[in-house]
């Protein structure tokens, strides 16, 4: 079995996204995990993770646009090893001046298929009262002619968006709701207490993924590795959000490949679990 692809304007995309936290050593766990993810994932290392992806039928991939994965794209590109693989482009919010960053996006040689806004950048504007700012990166993100979307921690955030009509075409939905409860970082730098992981969140954000009429993609759905110690708890925590986003929307999952073949395991599971709901 094939993993469904999917119309996302104008592209054929696997119902499966891989994601790409763990590549920039973004746990969302302990800072010696960060580490260990920045020790392990070399820019060949990346590159063999795409390369995985692909021949396990993953057609789509999020990546921020910082120098660093920029480049390292390019080399993929370069190097021919870029095949119908598109690429989600997540803004990079350390970039002072949001627009050059787009402006680094769209020149680049390996094009994006997709660009959207940093979650927890949005949820920090809208936090401190400057929506104006939100919908100004949101035209200029409109202004590049690319399907442009917005991510959230905050079920509010996308509801409130999608009731106001904001000028985008999708929603990244995070399944935890890390920014709403004053706190701001999104790192671990101050240790696992710096996020609050509370697992009655994904059905909240369910709730609202289910209400809005454009496509979402629903990440960290395995909680950055909470929800992924064994195989079973990792094939629940995929089942109930296959169950509990629309039939159309996708998942996005980052993965750690130094002591197993996560992108093999997810994709087996995906399909274990489609399966099983056709019969």
Not at 41 to 62: P, R
Not at 123 to 150: Q, S, W
Not at 228 to 254: H, M, P, S, W, Y
């Amino acid at each position: 079995m094939k993993i469904p692809e999917i119309d996302f304007f104008g592209h054929k995309i696997s119902k499966l996204i891989l994601g790409s936290n763990p590549f920039s050593g973004f746990s969302h766990q302990t800072p010696e995990l960060d580490s260990e993810m920045m020790d392990f994932y070399s820019a060949e290392e990346i590159k063999k993770t795409w390369d995985n992806a692909q021949n396990s039928g993953i057609n789509a991939f999020c990546c921020r646009a910082d120098r660093h994965m920029v480049r390292l794209l390019r080399e993929y590109y370069n190097e021919g090893r870029a095949k119908n693989f598109h690429w989600l482009a997540q803004t990079a919010p350390e970039y002072i001046s949001f627009q050059a960053n787009l402006s680094l996006i769209t020149s680049s040689k390996f094009k994006p298929s997709f660009i959207y806004h940093h979650g927890g950048h949005i949820d920090n504007l809208l936090m401190e009262g400057k929506k104006h700012i939100v919908l100004e990166h949101i035209k200029m993100m409109r202004d590049t002619g690319y399907a442009c979307g917005i991510a959230s921690h905050q079920p509010e955030f996308i509801a409130m968006a999608e009731e106001e009509n904001w000028d985008i075409d999708f929603y990244l939905c995070c399944f935890f709701n890390l920014t709403g409860r004053g706190k701001k970082g999104l790192t671990a730098i101050k240790g696992s207490e710096g996020e609050i992981f509370d697992f009655s969140d994904p059905e909240k954000m369910c709730e609202v993924i289910k209400k809005v009429k454009k496509p979402c993609i629903a990440y960290k759905i395995l909680g950055a590795g909470r929800l992924c110690k064994n195989r079973d708890q990792t094939k629940n925590a995929l089942r109930f959000a296959i169950e509990n986003i629309k039939k159309d929307d996708f998942v996005l999952i980052g993965v750690f490949q130094k002591y197993k073949d996560q992108v093999k395991e997810n994709v087996e599971i995906l399909k274990e679990i489609l399966n099983e709901h056709q019969s």
